[in-house]
């Protein structure tokens, strides 16, 4: 029995642009998808199960497109290092620890348990270089009930000695992984091939994990144009690619299969044309950005030209798992990017940024992220702090006020693709 | 009895660049000022109280130099307009509500509550016009143990017909509600005189406010080059002035007493030199700079100048009450001024970020703001969430992981002048 009628005060985005909310509204859910929302309860639907929610914020959950699970654990710290510096100095220890059974379950249940609790449904996380950590992983988010897409990280060079896999073993680990994923036959987690970033990768291991990519069919996650001696670096390592994103494609890993590329910082300059493909994605990850001092990424801008684009909380370069934060970050980061540095692209409203929490980053996952027919029936609902205020507010301010002053608490129900979680 | 032991692990700022810790501290306190900090207890001390918060941080706790409590209540709501739209949209019907006391003393209690939970130990902030209401503040924080300066708004031009105040009753009012103060005789809440900006007030009204300010020694406060909208239309207002701090200073505004001006984010270019005031103050607002899309003061010059700096949480255009969250927000915007508009300055640390939130802001209300001899006895006590990484953790980065992590957390206890609150 996947049949429910949810009522409550509904918010989801009517376009990009716009939010749409209704009053004591109804959202249908049949057989584990949306067949809408509606101001009166249809008699045909009155023998569905009835979650009675009035008067509380229901929205429809958000997708993190990028993040890193085992860097969780040391989100809030080291935030004075730019990329480099900080990934060999605090990241490559810190995920050498991951090895660990002790030290992995641990963290991976610290993660799952912070992703269950918050208005994320689902999420697209590296993990480490490390096979067995990597599986724990995804068993622990199935077990949790979001969607996931997890990674095992591929690392063959320029990285410390005590962090890294010959290319050989490289390739046959995430061989067996991959199978170990298909006997595992996980129906919420899914595996995503995951080089690093392309100073990381030999060419031949990125050649070959294009190539499970393609064979397999599974989507492709990495990094992209986050930081100026990063892109110098790639330039460097592969001068006959035209930009950092023709590296990729140049090794097979560019939009054969759906593609989350992360930041796209600086990639208005030279590889805008190929980020318009409908396979690729730009995890745009606002905080991130800010504390390593990569940069602003034309978010707005991208949004507008058709670009497929969703939100990453990027932890611990990110020092927040939750979407509501990476939603005002996002509208803050380019409040400031109009002010201080490029006035043509226009600001990034709320809305905006909502949408891009949700249907923007959900569309990775299928028909996800809106109340509109036929898509997955995920929601979360909100409790909100009580306050002088919110009773002359409209249902779109009140979801404004939520993600500004409650970005980490807890949601109070959630249900994902039709299975009501708690 | 104000004498105490206190036991932990203590942070506070040694330089304006740097953090200094001891692991199991003790700090020891005399008639309610500090002595000092000792890894050993001497004989002489051990007869006074013990509180002994082992293995807990603990901080002097900030000061902030800047906030509107009749806005505390909208906080995180109608943030995609500007300075001038924002004001007249919906602060100033906002504002006009505090003339009912049913409103007032909701809004007021809330306001207090959530300052009193917080790591503020001193707070500076505008009422609203009303003389009735802002003595009910006084009065409830004064109960509350925080310290503050509390400003009776002045408007009496370019406002709204619900909430403006005539001239001579503008000057009436203020001189009854100074006189109130001096009857009611608080400890802890002070009055601060409250021209809302230069735009507000006639030149009439700005002179007498600067005459009660040098007479009765009380000090200032009010809003400086915050937006290039706001800047143009003080030009325009103020056509002898060479600045909008020269029209202050035209005023009689402007040093003669303590100052506090806000936000200074364009004020680098034209009034740099009359910043270089000792009794002048810089409350540097980073959330609301960025929210109302004003820009980024250059905090990390004006504290390298040598100009007197605190942090503003600027509530409501700024979100959030709390200074660990200006702390972050400062480090976050100087990166972002560093990568996007002007390299020359270099980067807010963290450690300067908690310096100007604690001494910087601190020296405002005195010797305060640190553990040094003959400061006031002002600490709080923060709880760490456990986490897989802390005991690995340095002291000074456990407290910048606390400031990233917790923000809005309570603090655990709290001391203010010697009286220990909670």
């Known amino acids: 029995m996947n049949d429910f009628v949810v009522k409550g ?16 509204g109804y959202l249908v859910i049949e057989n584990g998808k949306i067949v809408g929302v509606f101001d009166k309860l249809d008699e045909k639907y009155r023998s569905f199960e009835l979650l009675d929610y009035s008067g509380k914020l229901i929205i429809p959950g958000f997708y993190d497109l990028h993040t890193h699970a085992p860097q969780n654990h040391f989100k809030g710290l080291f935030m004075d290092y730019q990329l480099l510096d900080w990934l060999n100095n605090y990241t490559f220890p810190e995920e050498s620890h991951f090895k660990s059974e002790e030290f992995y379950s641990k963290a991976y249940d610290d993660f799952t348990s912070e992703i269950a609790k918050s208005a994320t449904v689902g999420v697209v996380a590296f993990a480490t270089i490390h096979r067995e950590a990597t599986l724990y992983l995804m068993k622990a988010l199935e077990k949790s009930g979001v969607l996931s897409y997890v990674g095992k990280v591929n690392m ?5 000695d005590y962090y890294i896999e010959t290319t050989e073993e490289s390739i046959k680990e995430t061989e067996r992984w991959l199978e170990d994923c298909k006997k595992l036959d996980l129906k919420l987690s899914k595996p995503i ?26 989507p492709v996650q990495s990094h ?51 980020l318009r493909n409908p396979n690729l994605y730009v995890a745009h990850c606002p905080d991130s950005n800010t504390n390593l001092y990569s940069g602003i990424a034309p978010s707005k801008y991208y949004l507008d030209s058709g670009i497929n684009i969703g ?7 990110g020092s927040s798992l939750s979407l509501f934060r990476a939603i005002t970050d996002a509208v803050k980061a380019s409040k400031l990017r109009y002010r ?31 109340f509109k027919k036929g898509f997955d029936a995920s929601f979360v609902v909100l409790e909100e702090e009580n306050a002088l205020i ?25 249900m994902v693709k039709g299975k009501l979680l708690y």
């Open 390 to 414: 919110v009773p002359r507010l409209t249902i779109s301010e009140r979801v404004e006020r939520y993600a500004y002053m409650s970005p980490e608490k807890s949601v109070r129900h959630k």
């Open 224 to 274: 992209l144009s986050e930081n100026m001696s990063e892109i110098g670096w790639v330039q460097e390592l592969c001068p006959e690619s035209s930009s950092y994103a023709d590296a990729y494609k140049n090794r097979g890993l560019w939009g054969e299969t759906k593609t989350i590329m992360a930041h796209c910082v600086w990639s208005r300059i030279k590889e805008d044309d190929l």
């Open 9 to 24: 005060d509904l918010a989801w985005s009517k376009s990009k642009s716009e939010l749409q909310s209704l009053k004591d």
């Open 156 to 160: 063959d060079r320029n990285s410390p």
């Open 193 to 218: 091939i995951t080089p690093r970033f392309i100073p990381s990768v030999t060419d031949h291991l990125a050649r070959e994990l294009g190539r499970f990519a393609k064979e397999g069919g599974y």
């Open 311 to 317: 939100l990453g909380s990027d932890v611990a370069g």
């Open 340 to 370: 201080m540095f490029d006035q043509d692209d226009g600001i990034l409203s709320f809305p905006e940024a909502f949408y891009i929490a949700t249907e923007g980053g959900g569309s990775f996952f299928g028909n996800a992220g809106s």
